[in-house]
């Protein structure tokens, strides 16, 4: 895309978001099932921020579960006024720039990802711009951070891990034996023999050391953190009950647009333990099997992590849906012959048009019941299903096709 129509939609993107904050109070967006959830709540926050500035645990009446930086952070922000009622706009001003520099940063991923696959078919040098960035300490920030606030990024340890180590996103090592370079060279470049370039199968461990070395300093300043600002009104402890402990937990069964709500607000009491343990270790179930065989791409499986996590979170809301498929753009060329996009793309604006008009007939007239909004949330999974599902297909037919072009 030219720069010209890039930066023309991204000011337009701004503007929209900007006319929701300024004139959209009718439409109560902050309070929507499918964007606010008791994580992300910006009443919830003003509520944990009025406790502390009371003297008291930000986390006791069960309201907030977000994590203490939050407060200190974003909790100022909550407590300006306007007519009488807290004024979130200063928030969502904020909320506005942070996805602007988001997607500033999914683009620029993008533009290196390209010159990386690029520069793969001139030359195996594959991690050479990577560990020579310092993008250790950076990684391990964000991690830490992500990690902290929302706990289902832990998994994404193994993607940045495979970035690290491996380099970006390329295509299987024979595809150059087709650009004059022969096996036996190859060969030498894994072994370190006859280059001082790095050879596309050798995994560095230089940079994942750096990164966990990192992801401790770090992840000890956010404890450190945490320790000061709940001083005297909470702990660690208390801290850990009820951020983690509430997500892993799924106490609060208020709708949303997943389908644990509603399952547990039916399963026997008897068999909650068992079910928690069964949709929790789920995620981690496909961890590892994905790891292995997309290890040549970590982006590829950081984005199909993202989108798992979105389908099974306990507590899952549009912005989830809205990072991976901002992501998936990265993949334009290797996902070209991907099918039931039109089905796809109709489900998506479907689900989101149906959502709010289920949740209307449940609630508020109170014609119908919690299976009609139920309904939207079980179809909105199995989209995302049926997405992760022809993605990876795609990635995977897509490799199977350069394999067989260097036997062409």
Known sequence: MAIRHYWSMAVAAVGFRLVLVLFGGDLHLASRPEVSTPLTSLRRLAEGYWLKQASMSPYSGSMYHGSPLLLSVLGPLTSKRSGGHHSHIYCSLVFVAVDFIAAMLIRSTGRSLQMARNRSLKSLDLTKSVNNSGLAPLA???????????????ILILPVALLLGYGPDTPPTKVFLQKGLSASKIDMLDNGKGTNQKGFGQFSWKPILHFILWVFIWSCYVLLLNSIILNKVGGLQEMFEKTYGFILTVKDLS??????WYFFAEVFDFFRSFFLIVFNMNIIFMVLPLAIRLKHRPFFLAFVYTAIVAMLKSYPSAGDSALYLGLLGLFANELAEMQF??????GYIGVSLLSPVMHNLWIWRGTGNANF??????????????????????MIK?????????KA
């Open 140 to 154: 391990a920030f964000g991690y830490v951070m992500a990690t902290h606030l929302s706990l289902y990024p832990a």
């Open 341 to 346: 996009t039109f089905f796809l793309f109709f």
């Open 373 to 394: 909004y139920f309904a939207t949330g079980l179809a909105y999974t199995c989209l995302q299903t049926v997405l992760v599902v022809e993605t990876v297909s795609s």
């Open 255 to 260: 709708p949303n647009i997943g389908v644990l």
């Open 398 to 406: 897509h490799d199977r096709k350069l394999r067989l072009l260097t």
